[in-house]
């Protein structure tokens, strides 16, 4: 299907580590946890990584970190943008979950 004039371009494909995968595996995750993981990966693929609020590490800016839940009650989701890949994409490596 090819992309329309005017259309905004896509997002990039967020993959889950095997750590994440595991965690959202996990029966005895909370559902308001799970929501937000799956809320955080949509919001990591529609802006390509630079979801408002998240933060940069200061020695690899491709790693970031951002809240889950309202104000991060819920923990904190690490993901490196892959941008000079083909194709470009971003991992979610780590979920520490409060």
């Known amino acids: 299907m090819s992309e329309s004039y ?3 371009p896509e997002g990039w494909p ?3 580590s095997e750590e994440v995968d595991a965690l959202l595996a ?3 995750l909370p559902g308001e946890v799970f ?7 949509v919001q990591i693929n529609e802006t390509r990584g630079m979801v408002p609020g998240s933060t940069a590490s200061a020695k690899w800016p491709q790693q970031r970190r951002m809240p889950l839940g ?3 009650v819920l923990g904190v989701a690490e993901y490196v943008i892959v ?4 194709p470009p994409h971003i991992v979610l ?3 520490q979950v409060y």
Do not use: F, P, Y
Request: aromatic share 0%; net charge negative.
């Open 6 to 8: 005017g259309q905004e």
């Open 14 to 16: 967020c993959e889950l």
């Open 26 to 28: 996990d029966l005895s």
């Open 35 to 41: 929501g937000a993981i799956i809320a955080a990966t």
């Open 70 to 72: 309202r104000d991060g």
């Open 83 to 86: 941008a000079d890949a083909d």
């Open 93 to 95: 490596t780590r979920v």
